[in-house]
Each structure stands twice: as C-alpha cells, then as structure tokens.
C-alpha cells in the first residue's frame, strides 16, 4: 500500500543530510541593524531594510493613524471593494515618484513576477532572460507558454546573439520580453539597463526590470535603475520593484504606462484575487515615499558605508566578486567554508548568511553581506575587524 506522506520527511532529511535545510533565526523585537536574534544582540548584515525604514518614526506613526482611521485589514481583493482610498493614494505617489504615467501595486513582488510575466507573453511570443534573474521571474516564465532564451549574466552580446537569432525565427514571434533584473541578489552587480532598453528598442522588444534591489540604493534620492541610466519607461516598459527592501514595508509594483497598470490590473491574477494591503502597510509606504523625497540622508550614509566597507575588505584581500551596491559577497569557495565563516561571525555578534549552491556555482559559496544606512562609522570599523580576524582564522585572507 502505498504511504501518501512518507516524501515529506524523506525529502527533508535528504536536505538535510546534505546541509541544504533551512534553519530559521528569530529576532526579538523589530527588523534594525542591531537586533536580538535567538537571544544575541547582533548586528544583522543579512536584511533587506538597506535604509532602516522599518523602525523610521514617519512610517509607524502614519501605520498607526491609518489604524485609527481605515482600521487593520482591507476586506476585500482590489476589484471587489479592497481598493481604499489609501491605495490609490500609494499609486498616484508611486507614479509621481517614478516618473511614470502610472504606477500598479500588488500584494508582494513575488506575485508582480509570478502574475505579469504570464500575461505579458505566451504562446508565439518569446521571453529573454538574464541567466541570474531572481527565482520568481523564472517561476513567472514557466507558467507562460512563450519560447525562452536565456543569454548570460549581463552580457550584452550574448543578448544581442538572441535577438538576432529571434528576428529569423519562422513564423516570425508576436512579441519578445527581455526580462532582468536590475541590481542582482546574490553578487550585487548592475545590470547595464542603457545597453539593454537600446536591444530592446532596436528589435522590438519590451524591456522589463526588477528593480528590488536598486529601489533606495540607485538613482536620484533612490529612484532605483531607470533613474540611474536616465532612462524613461518609453525604454524601459515595466519596471518592477517592491517595498519589502528598502522602504521598509512589503508589497509589489510596477511603474510604467497608463496601458500597462489597466493591462496588469485586468489580468493578472496575483492582482485579482488575492487581497490587497492592510491600510497601515500603505499609509507607512506612503511615509517611505515622503521619507525618501524629503531625507536624502539615508541613501547617502548607505553609499557611504558601502564604499567605506567594500574597500576595507577588499583591501584586506577578501574577494568580493562583481559587486557595485550595498549588497557585497565575500566570496570563500567551498560550502562548508561559507557556513563555518557566518557561524564564527554569529559568535563574533555578527548576523550574516552563507550563499551556497545550488543558490551560486559549487565552487563560489559566499556570505553575503548587505550594508545598512544605519551604522555609523565606529560601528562599521569594528565589523571590518571581526571580518578581518574571522576571515584570518579560517585562513580565508
Ligand atoms: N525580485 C527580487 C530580485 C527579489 O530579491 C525579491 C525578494 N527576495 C523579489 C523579487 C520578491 O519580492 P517580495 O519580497 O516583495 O515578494
């Protein structure tokens, strides 16, 4: 007889076993770059609250009134009566933000991958993607039925090869998407937008952009990417982002056309049926957007300390591969390596991740640090300390 559930543990002790298994972490008290984790005060270098936000008083103190006035759930997906007033605010302020004729706001950016991309092209059309692109565009790509290439890591050539390649494609394809994202998570490279928005305009491409991390960190006052590039979403169609990083809340967008948000709005089904943000979620977004327009600040102590530390390390012979933003890999090689570095660190009162395969290649695990606006420069310099005598013991520089 066969035991329907036996795969359950069998499948999680092959992990395991392996030492692929996730264990989790709790923090005690709010998501800060000094945190309680598992009973430790640590400094956590493994958040995405780049800027802080999450604790900023502008975005619990609007979080709080939106309580008192809209209460604390939203009843109701976006078409039935889940759209509040708040919602459309966010929007009109997102798109003002973005430079953009409108702006579309879903409930987490997962769902803006996993519910646009299929509706941007199926059967007959083609999708290019970035051999790196985050694992929600490759889940939103497996539920199309379009053709896909994938050219390498941000290079431009290869793309270039593929939409040529495309162009004599019988019979010939109703649409092409070139999917990237902007600032890539694992290794924290820029994507060269300029270069592919010009592709994408010599073939007739729609160009699409996630932006999660490049969101607070690029462009002017931390527009993200297309500000970076002086790019326009005539270039740039759909560019993706989400406020679970660094405006400190959650939730999914896009910024682009009035087309493309009443498009989006109307068929993708991570819009449509799944229930639209909490009013305090949206009134302390709203704040992140005032925070960002009104406290340039933040973005510029986080430049600051990523440059500070990036050349620190480097300069005691870490090996921080393509990195260009906040997010800074310490590239060690092998897996056990990484994890044996985060554990001495953890010890050391320092809360970082080991990034291993199959996340990167068998010989490049890392860990993988993500800089926070918040530290200050004494802080910073004892964290270059206990990397350098960490990274020492393990005969890692
Ligand atoms: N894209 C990228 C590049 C990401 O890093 C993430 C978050 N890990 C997402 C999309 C998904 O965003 P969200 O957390 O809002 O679902």
Known sequence: MRNPTSFLSEEYEELVEKSLDWRLKTLYGPSEPFSNVDGREVIVLCSNNYLGL?????????????????????????????????????????????????????PTGFMVNSGLIPQLAGRGDLIVSDELNHG?????????????????????????????????????????????????????????????????????????????????VLGKGG???????????????????TFSKAYGTIGGHISGSESLAKFAWNKSRTWLLSSSHPPPVVAATIAAIDVLESEPQHVERLWRNTKRFKKAVEDLGFDTGMSQTPIIPLIVGESSKAKRFSDLLYDEGIFVVPIVFPMVAQDRARIRVQMN?????????????????????????
């Open 54 to 106: 999450t604790t900023h008083p502008r975005l619990k103190e609007a979080a709080l009134a939106a309580i008192e006035t809209h209460g604390v759930g939203s009843g109701a997906v976006r078409p039935i009566s889940g759209t509040m007033d708040l919602h459309m605010e966010l929007e009109e302020r997102l798109a003002k933000f973005k430079g953009s004729e409108a702006a579309l706001t879903y």
């Open 223 to 241: 527009r993200g990417i297309v500000s970076h590039f002086g790019l326009d979403h005539n270039e740039v169609q759909v560019e993706m982002g």
């Open 136 to 216: 929600s565009i490759i889940d939103g790509v497996r539920l199309t039925r379009a053709d896909r290439a994938i050219y390498k890591h941000n290079d431009t050539e290869d793309l270039a090869r593929v939409l040529d390649e495309a162009e004599n494609h019988d019979p010939e394809y109703r649409r092409i998407l070139i999917i990237t994202d902007g600032v890539f998570s694992m290794d924290g490279d820029i994507a060269p937008l300029d270069e592919v928005a010009k592709l994408g305009g010599e073939h007739g491409a729609m160009v699409y952009v996630d932006d999660a991390h490049g969101e607070g």
């Open 373 to 397: 606006a918040k530290l200050s420069l004494e802080q910073l310099d004892s964290v270059i300390e206990t990397i350098e005598g960490t990274g020492k013991k393990l005969e890692i520089i």
